[in-house]
């Protein structure tokens, strides 16, 4: 909703205003301030539409995950980077539904500018795998399987990367 250097601004503001309740002697209202502050830094780095839209991606809800995207006009000037990665990581999800070449891009885009979390990094290498498959180019299929298995550390994928397994065996 707001741009990330406005958050940080109105951290700073809320942190020099509880430092002068410090010195003030008002020491209740200065610990406030700077729990309150913590929230807006917090939004800097976790941005809060992005945040929904993975809420809205949990219950399967695709268009309301496509609706609160589309509020982040200028993806480049609004968001830090690694959130720019998850934008495109989440845009990568929904055009893998309809347009492969799209979700590809997408995907390609989010692990260049970063995930944090590497389940969501095996998550992407695990789909360009399938829309590698999909597209009849095997290496490259096996070399984003064999990046995704190392991946998942807590083998939430297995499943998925043994079936690709086999499906490019068949090809």
């Given at each position: ?17 509880a ?14 301030l ?5 929230i ?69 885009k ?41 991946l ?20």
């Amino acid at each position: 909703m707001y741009n990330k250097n406005f958050k940080l601004a109105i951290a700073t503001l809320i942190i020099a205003y509880a430092v002068y309740q410090f010195i003030e002697g008002y020491i209740g209202n200065g610990i406030f301030l700077i729990l309150l502050s913590l929230i807006f830094i917090f939004l800097y780095f976790r941005n809060e539409i992005i945040l929904l839209a993975f809420l809205r991606m949990r219950k399967q809800d695709f268009t309301g995950t496509k609706k609160w995207l589309d509020k982040i006009k200028n993806p480049e000037s609004a968001l830090i980077t690694k959130q720019q990665g998850y934008y495109n990581y989440l845009n990568g999800i929904l055009a893998s539904q309809t347009n492969l070449t799209e979700a590809e891009k997408f995907f390609k885009k989010a692990l260049k500018l970063g995930l944090s979390m590497d389940y969501d990094v095996a998550m992407a290498k695990l789909s360009l795998a399938g829309i590698a498959m999909q597209k009849r180019r095997k290496r490259e299929a096996t070399e984003l399987l064999s990046e995704a298995k190392k991946l998942d550390k807590q083998n939430m994928l297995t499943d998925q990367i043994k079936m690709m397994q086999q499906q490019l065996k068949k090809i």
